[in-house]
């Protein structure tokens, strides 16, 4: 995986779902006649966006919150219509959606319809009249049907919030009840400041922004993120979405008073200054942009700012977990013999002393993370007594078009069960955790599925992600195909959320490991039952 916080180090966001501070504004420091802004969370003078909070029953014995009412959401795709993500349908992306929306939270309840019911007009389409009188969202999407749109128009007038995707500008939509009409053909984000509505609640603006940048990176994790950001705006606030709110005056009070030196620096330092400047352009949502701005400006200086401002004393005051679904189960037998701590960490290990490194990535799931070209794994035990460690190595393409070769640090600890892992790493400033599994390795290790749960506490972030893996970076055999996409079921991934690395390019990658070192200490990749790839 390529081990990045990636965060913007001085927005604490363009945030949704604010409650409105009148101590949010900009903030410039001046060196030398020049100007850096800062910028903090700002909002228009008559915003007023905030959420009501949930009722307390109080009982003799105990206060206890009462639970969340089952939030209903309904998508309707046009029939037989395909997605951006590597030709998946719209009906298998959704429906996997609804799936992963109950990772965030049971009671998120996504029901998927074909404008086929609508056409047909049978059981199904009184099914999905029913349910579009209890809904709290309307997603709909690629639907260009003119019966289709006219049945929707009739039977969704009732819904507050209706969100179309690449489907016929005749569909109206609406966020908090206000219409949003659009100005370009097929997307509800088009001239959304001329329209009366809108107006009178710009917050909405900010909502629509980040969608749009989500839904139009095209990945799994933005699809289910743009409804989350929906109910957190105009439902209920959605707990791991908690960051994307403002702090206010006391985020750049704590900056200035425990890390002013370090403040100081990064600005009279033209690469440091040039990584916040970039931070501050990227959405605050858009992870592999964020990422390529500390690519590009890596130093120590930043380092230090980070670490000051970030992990010491969390100016930004966020929090995140380690997530704990989806739940992914560790292989339990290798070669037909029980899986043990000795032997999966000889499996990360891999091909490490055969070749110079133990495994490169092939793909990976998640699209800030594992993306990157020329990903080699370096997995081995240190001098010191049951100490092991992972070195990522990987490619970075700078804003400046160069590619850079980057290099990280984790300490590995064994997890309860064999076959899971604790990682640790201090990178850019910022603590990572991670919890990893080894989902599956085939017997002659020509490929293996590593999964991942991580967060990095005082940046706000966290995520999930798996790796496949193999000797050469290149798809195994295609006759391994059905196991793999077996291993990938057990994380929760389809085939089609995939991205595939860039190995063609890898020009003297810094590896190397620590001398005195040790590799395998049960398997051995020259022992004679292995079978060469």
Not at 227 to 236: G, K, Q, S, T, W
Not at 237 to 260: D, E
Not at 278 to 287: H, Y
Not at 428 to 445: M, P
Request: proline content about 6%; glycine content about 6%.
């Amino acid at each position: 995986m390529s081990l990045q916080v990636h965060i913007n180090l001085l927005t604490p966001l363009r945030r949704i779902g604010f409650v409105h501070n009148a101590n949010c504004f900009p903030f410039h420091f001046h060196h030398a006649g020049t100007s850096t802004l800062l910028s903090f969370p700002s909002l228009p003078p008559h915003t007023n966006f905030c959420f009501r909070p949930s009722t307390t029953v109080i009982s003799a014995m105990t206060a206890e919150q009462p639970p969340e009412p089952p939030l209903r959401m309904v998508a309707v795709f046009g029939h037989g219509t395909v997605s951006p993500l590597k030709s998946a349908s719209w009906e298998e992306v959704m429906l996997h959606t609804a799936k992963r929306l109950k990772w965030v939270d049971e009671g998120y309840e996504l029901l998927v319809f074909t404008d086929e019911c609508i056409q047909s007009n049978g059981q199904m389409a009184m099914k999905l009249q029913r349910e579009l009188l209890t809904a709290d969202i309307l997603v709909i999407v690629a639907v260009t049907n003119k019966e289709s749109i006219k049945w929707i128009e009739i039977n969704s007038q009732s819904i507050e919030n209706v969100i179309c995707f690449d489907s016929s500008p005749d569909l109206k939509n609406k966020l908090g009840g206000y219409d949003v009409h659009s100005e370009v053909r097929g997307n509800i984000f088009g001239n959304l400041l001329g329209n009366s509505h809108l107006d009178k609640t710009k917050e909405s603006y900010e909502v629509v922004r980040t969608v749009s940048e989500a839904w139009d990176r095209h990945s799994s994790d933005d699809i289910r993120f743009c409804l989350l950001v929906l109910i957190n705006a105009y439902i209920r606030p959605v707990p791991v979405l908690k960051n994307l709110r403002a702090k206010g005056f006391s985020t750049l009070n704590c900056m200035l008073r425990n890390c002013g030196r370090q403040v100081l620096n990064c600005l009279l330092d033209p690469n440091c200054r040039k990584a916040l400047q970039c931070l501050n352009q990227c959405s605050p949502v858009d992870q592999v942009c964020n990422y390529r701005c500390i690519a590009s400006y890596e130093s120590e200086i930043l380092e230090a700012f980070s670490l000051c401002v970030l992990q010491k004393n969390n100016c930004l005051e966020l929090e995140a977990e380690v997530p704990d679904k989806p739940y992914v189960p560790s292989m339990v037998k290798f070669r037909g013999q029980n899986l043990s701590y000795e032997m999966a960490e000889d499996l990360f290990v891999g091909w490490l002393g055969s070749l110079q490194w133990s495994w490169r990535v092939l793909a990976g799931q998640n699209p800030a993370y594992d993306q990157f070209p020329c990903q080699y794994q370096l997995f081995y035990r240190g001098k010191a007594k049951g100490s092991f460690w992972y070195e990522p190595v990987f490619q970075v393409k700078t804003l400046e078009g160069q590619m850079v070769w980057r290099r990280r640090k984790y300490r590995v600890k064994r997890g309860k069960i064999p076959g899971t892992f604790y990682f640790s790493v201090l990178d850019n400033g910022v603590v990572s955790n991670e919890f990893w599994t080894i989902v599956d390795v085939a017997d002659d290790l020509s490929w293996g599925l590593f999964h991942y749960h991580g967060a990095a506490r005082a940046a706000g972030q966290s995520y999930t992600g798996a790796v496949l893996v193999s000797p050469d970076g290149a798809f195994p055999n295609e006759r391994e195909r059905t196991r793999i996409v077996g291993a990938l079921e057990k994380c929760g991934i389809k085939e089609w959320e995939l991205y595939f690395v860039d190995n063609c390019s890898c020009i003297d990658p810094p590896l190397g490991i620590p001398e005195g070192s040790s590799l395998h200490a049960i398997v051995h990749i020259d022992d004679p039952n292995w079978i060469p790839v």
